[in-house]
């Protein structure tokens, strides 16, 4: 379809919240999709692993060096781990250095941010945040995509499609 897995919803949550599951995403291919025009390769990767969501493991450091060690002989594959996990850094280093690949090894969720707190409601249904301490209106906040980067204090920093987006256009238009 034309909807992320992540929208699966049932009328009362979606599907993969709540410890109701699980969702992973790869695609094998036996042959390239299409050849490189260049022999190097360069691969950033961001492991954002913030306080207050579940732990993610190191399979996604694994399936990165065994991808690397599958590839094709004749590319030479750098791969570099952004030291400091957080949006901040990520714009910083793509200023001075724009990889080929950059892989988010880290949670996404889909839903509404509270322009108060700044926290994600993953429930549509609800009229205001879900954060405790705020409780703010979400009258009118449009639900869309985030990815759950680390914040300078190592907790949650939810970065929207659009602002993400724009970040990758700035990058290749440099």
């Not at 190592?154 to 993400?164: N, P, Q, R, T, V």
């Amino acid at each position: 379809g034309d909807h992320p897995w992540e929208l699966i919803y049932d009328d009362t949550d979606f599907l993969v919240q709540g410890g109701r599951g699980t969702l992973t995403r790869y695609i094998a291919f036996d042959t390239p999709l299409y050849s490189l025009e260049t022999n190097q390769l360069k691969v950033l990767v961001v492991s954002s692993r913030p306080v207050g969501v579940p732990r993610l493991g190191d399979s996604e450091k694994q399936a990165v060096n065994k991808g690397v060690e599958k590839a094709d002989q004749h590319v030479q594959i750098t791969v570099e781990h952004l030291p400091k996990p957080t949006y901040a850094a990520l714009h910083s280093h793509l200023h001075d250095d724009v990889p080929h690949v950059i892989h988010f090894d880290g949670h996404g969720t889909f839903g509404r941010c509270c322009p108060d707190c700044k926290e994600v409601t993953n429930s549509r249904l609800t009229k205001n945040c879900q954060n405790p301490k705020c409780g703010h209106s979400l009258e009118g906040v449009k639900p869309q995509g985030y990815l759950v980067f680390e914040d300078e204090t190592c907790h949650c920093e939810y970065i929207d499609a659009d602002l993400f987006a724009d970040l990758i256009r700035m990058a290749n238009a440099s």
